[in-house]
Structures are given as C-alpha cells and as structure tokens.
C-alpha cells in the first residue's frame, strides 16, 4: 500500500510540474470559464427568472447558481484535461518506460487525475471567493450538507478522471473521446441550465456524466439549505457512480495493458 | 542468465479494403527465436530486412506478450511473473525522446525511482552516484530540454540503471551521436558488463560498435534467426576463403602469373588477383608462409604480406546479400 500511494503521489507531483510550469496556464483555467460565466450570467438577464420552475432558481440567486456551476465545471474539465495529456506520454515514449516498471497501473492512473485536483481546487476557490464576495445573501447552505457532499464529489471528480485516463491509453487514436465528452459535459450536465428543464432526451444524456449529479447536489446544499435526506437520492447514486467507475476503471487497465501487449501499441505513436 | 527458447510472435492486423470492410492479416514478426544471455556478457542483436529485433526486445522487456515460447530470468518463468522480472530489467533506448524535458535531471531520475519503490535515502545516493557516473552532477538541477543530445543519453543511460537492474536492453544506444559521446558511451557499457556484472543484450544499427562491444551476435532476418556466434565465428562463415594482400619492389604481370603458379601447386582453387600494384589472394588454405618463401626463392624485396581480417559489417552485408539471392541455412 505504501508503494502504491509513493506511486500515485509521484505520479501526481511529475504531471503537475510537466503541465503546469507555465503560470499562463493558470489563465486559460479561469479567463475561459469566466468569460463563459459572464456569457451565461447575461443571457439570463433577459429572461424572467422569478417565475422558474426548479424551486431554488431566482433573480437573486442566478449567479450564485451559475458559479456552482462553473466551479464544478472547472473541477472535472481539469481532470478530463490531465486525462487526455496523459496520452501524450505515448507520443515522448515515457509510457513504454511506465509500462516497464512494476509500478501499479491504478496509482499511476489516480496520480494523474490527483494532479489536477491542485489546479482544480484553485479553480474552485476562485469561483467560491466570487459567490461569497458578491451574493453570500443568496446562499442559503446546509453545513453538514456541504461536508458531506463535497468529498464525493471530489471522489466522483477523481475517478471520472482515472476512467477516462484508462481509457486514453487504449491506443492513440482515442482522442476523439477528448471532443466527445469535454463540449457535451458543459451542455449536458447543467452546468448553465438546470437539468430538469430539459428535454426527456437530453436528460437521458446529461445521465451518462457524474457532473450532473455532483452539480445538483452541490446546489441542493448551497441554495436550497437541504439537508442529507432531501439529496439522499444524488448522493447514493454518486455513490453507486464511484463504485462503478472505480470497477470499470480496473477493468478498463487490465484490458488496455492486456491490448498492448497484444497489439505491441505501447511503442506506436 | 536470460534464457528464451522458440520465442514467437504473431500480430493480427486489420487491412482496410474500403471505407466499410477490413481484412485481418496475420504477420509473423518473429518466427522462432532461441537465445542466451548471462551475466557480465554483452551479446549483440544484429537484424536484417526488418528482422524483428524491436519485437524481440520488446517481449524481453515484458512490454509484447509473445505467441509461444518461453522465456526465463535466472529461473524466473517471464511469462507468469511478469512483474518480478521487470524489477530485474530495464531498457535503454536511443534518441531524446523518453524523458521528461521539464523536469530537471534530478528529478526524472526521482521520478523514475519512485515507479520502482525504491527507499527514498537509498534513491537520493543512487541518483548521486548515477549523475556522477555519467558526468551530469554538475547539471543535475537543469531542465532536460536545455541539455545536450549527447547529455539526453547520458541521462538515458543513468535512468536506465536507476532499478540497478541484472540486465540491460540497450536499443540502439549511440543513435545520432557523436563520436566523442560515442566513445564514452561505449566506455560506460564495457564497464557495467565488466565491473558490475550487468547482462547487456545490445542492438545497433552500427556494426562496428557492435564489433567493439559484443561477445557473441545473434544475427536475425524476417523474425528468424539466422546466425549465432562470435565475431570470428561469423566472418569465418560467411567468408571461407583466406584473403591476403602481397606486394614486392617492381611488382608486375609476369611476377602475378609465377605466384599464381606457384600458389595452385598448393591450392588449386586459389585466385591471385592483380590490384592497384598489389597480389590480391584468395584460398581457402592458410598460404601465408608460401607467400613469403615464393619471395625468398625468387629474391623479391617484399613490401607487404598481409591476411585481410573481414569487419563484422563486411560479413553482415556478404549475408544479407546471399540471403536476399539464394536465402541461407539457419544456423
């Protein structure tokens, strides 16, 4: 277990400094999403927010609802985005090197998405110092709540981004899975419109990414003041998410190093 | 000791036929390899025609899982313990990718030594000893891509020993170097073999390193082994015929025709060849001492008798050429 955690922890600490020894790249992570923010904020303006049907949406309270929204987003954009610059480790070769050494495939994996906890948790502090300092009034925030839904969310958030690094390494032509499911996270998971008012088909798709559930609880506990109970349903089934991931995302490495041992693609690039 | 025995390896491709339909293809990469490497030696993997020396190096290195065949690391069967072999193993592979170019020396090799648990103190004074080995503790805190090509490898080279591994793979090593690099390079290899008791399996596209470092060649063409042996066993092979080059004061047609006389009575098959003013002789006898005393009996002033010693790349490209003709006998 220890060797593992060193794995994942050095793992976590190489792609930090590989990707992000660039202060700039600190812009791209909050100047896009906040001008996306702004775009979203007043486009609502136009439109007469009191007579929403999803209760805990009002005038007062849209951008508050709206930064949730973005703070999420930045939190599992980084960790699909760590996911996809992991398979640049197959361009520079070091993925054979990887391969290699007995180093559990899982923590390295965990390590990747762990690295992007740190630029995501900046993202999210960022974005949380904005709903403080300019609409606390509108928060209406169960603590325990909050407590409880924040590390699943991070969990969900992690291991969504270990399943999709798995699946990056199955070759490298995969991706398309980067455009696939970075653009349609953003429209489908409510990240700027509640999922309830959609369509019954886009529901069924917004269904398909952890975000969605992690988004509605996070605003369930921070507008509406509910407590466990009321977002029991989310929550169980962000726990049923996490088991899921996690098994499919063994599954999926045992699979991908199985094919490349198979295929011999380890060293294609 | 490595120990392979009837190493093969098929791989399945698919052969798009059109924009709907593609055709699985099987291609044999390696056919049925055999091979032996103990510790302390460094054996040659020389390949001709897309031999499938990468293949080959690759399901050492546990990264390919072979079709059949076995393979063994000091008595540890590769195949069902993968993973206690690659803690014995590691590779080291030419060019400048396969290292993180942000990350300092120091801490690539940190992080490559975190992938195999090795103790933190113990990683420290490894790394120490590794940098000063291959001359970088003076560059140790640089970012990788203000280095050097010849410093990449350097770099290569102590990441590669970073596990202090029993055996080292060493794939095209010096590719794109300078002689210089090279030489010390090479220096560096001798000196894991000889000193620290490393197995090293070596390919290169360069003959004469190979020459220069290898105890014994194993020479693969189209995934089939087609020769083993030593440098020696191999230029005799190919090359049956003795060849010497002779010339004395005033050395002219009459005195090639009296040699090449003189020469038959010993060797009926043998050749004397007239060459920018020297004998060329070719026989598969040793003529050496008949050569000098045709010399002595005709009072010729020799001015050189030597047997010509064929390189390693001479024997490589006579092989490839017979083999690309008439094919040859696996040896």
């Known amino acids: 277990m220890k060797y593992f955690f060193k794995v994942m922890l050095a793992e976590s600490w190489k792609q930090h400094r590989n990707y992000f020894s660039n202060k700039l790249i600190y812009v791209s992570l909050f100047l896009w999403p906040f001008l996306s923010f702004m775009a979203s904020y007043y486009s609502y303006k136009v439109f007469d927010i009191e007579g929403s049907v999803v209760s805990y949406i009002s005038g007062g309270n849209i951008m508050v609802f709206l930064l949730i929204g973005y703070m999420g987003m930045s939190f599992f954009r980084s960790v699909v985005q760590s996911a996809w610059h992991f398979s640049f480790e197959r361009q520079s070769g070091t993925l054979e090197y990887i391969y290699l050494s007995p180093a559990s495939r899982m923590a390295v994996i965990l390590g990747n998405a762990l690295s992007s906890v740190f630029e995501g948790s900046v993202a999210m502090a960022v974005f949380g110092a904005l709903i403080i300092l300019y609409n606390k009034e509108s928060l209406s925030i169960n603590v325990i709540g909050l407590v409880t839904v924040i590390p699943i969310f991070l969990c969900v958030a992690l291991l969504w981004g270990a399943f999709l690094n798995a699946c990056f390494l199955y070759s490298r032509d995969t991706d398309f899975l980067f455009t696939v499911l970075e653009e349609p996270m953003e429209i489908f998971s409510g990240v700027k419109v509640p999922v309830s008012i959609f369509p019954g088909w886009a529901r069924v798709i917004s269904c398909i990414f952890p975000l969605t559930y992690a988004l509605e609880a996070l605003r369930q506990v921070m507008l509406n003041s509910a407590d466990i109970s009321s977002v029991k349903n989310v929550v169980i089934i962000s726990l049923v998410i996490i088991l899921v991931l996690l098994s499919a995302t063994l599954i999926t490495i045992h699979i991908v190093e199985k094919h490349m041992r198979k295929t011999g693609n380890v060293i294609l690039f | 000791m490595i120990e392979v025995n009837g190493l093969k390896k098929i791989y399945e491709v698919k052969r798009r036929q059109n924009f709907f339909c593609s055709e699985k293809e099987k291609i044999e990469a390696v056919k049925d390899i055999s091979m032996k490497l103990e510790k302390g030696q460094i054996v040659?993997?020389?390949?001709?025609?897309?031999?499938?020396?990468?293949?080959?190096?690759?399901?050492?290195?546990?990264?390919?899982?072979?079709?059949?065949?076995?393979?063994?690391?000091?008595?540890?069967?590769?195949?069902?313990?993968?993973?206690?072999?690659?803690?014995?193993?590691?590779?080291?592979?030419?060019?400048?990718?396969m290292i993180y170019w942000k990350l300092t020396a120091y801490e690539n090799l940190w992080y490559y030594g975190q992938l195999y648990g090795i103790e933190n103190s113990l990683l420290k004074k490894r790394i120490e000893e590794l940098l000063k080995i291959v001359g970088l503790e003076e560059k140790a805190n640089l970012p990788v891509e203000t280095f050097s090509k010849g410093m990449k490898q350097r770099l290569q080279i102590a990441r590669g020993m970073i596990n202090d591994p029993k055996y080292i793979f060493l794939d095209e090593p010096t590719i794109g170097l300078d002689a210089i690099v090279t030489q010390e390079l090479h220096k560096e290899i001798i000196r894991l073999a000889k000193e620290e008791e490393k197995g090293i399996l070596l390919t290169s596209h360069y003959l004469s390193e190979v020459e220069e470092l290898c105890d014994y060649i194993y020479l693969v063409n189209a995934g089939e082994l087609v020769f083993e042996g030593t440098k020696k066993n191999l230029t005799d092979y190919v090359f049956s015929k003795n060849r010497y080059v002779f010339s004395v004061k005033g050395m002219d047609e009459a005195i090639i025709i009296k040699l090449r006389d003189h020469l038959r009575s010993i060797d009926l098959e043998s050749e004397v060849m007239h060459e920018n003013g020297n004998a060329v002789i070719t026989s598969k006898a040793e003529l050496s001492a008949n050569i000098a005393e045709f010399a002595v009996n005709e009072s010729l002033i020799i001015n050189e008798l030597h047997k010509l010693e064929p390189s390693l790349e001479q024997a490589v490209i006579k092989l490839s050429k017979n083999i690309e003709s008439k094919g040859v006998d696996i040896a």
């Open chain 2, 44 to 97: 040659g993997l020389l390949g001709i025609n897309g031999a499938g020396k990468t293949t080959t190096i690759k399901m050492l290195t546990t990264l390919i899982e072979p079709t059949a065949g076995t393979y063994s690391f000091d008595g540890i069967d590769a195949i069902a313990h993968p993973d206690k072999v690659k803690r014995q193993i590691n590779m080291i592979a030419g060019g400048e990718r």
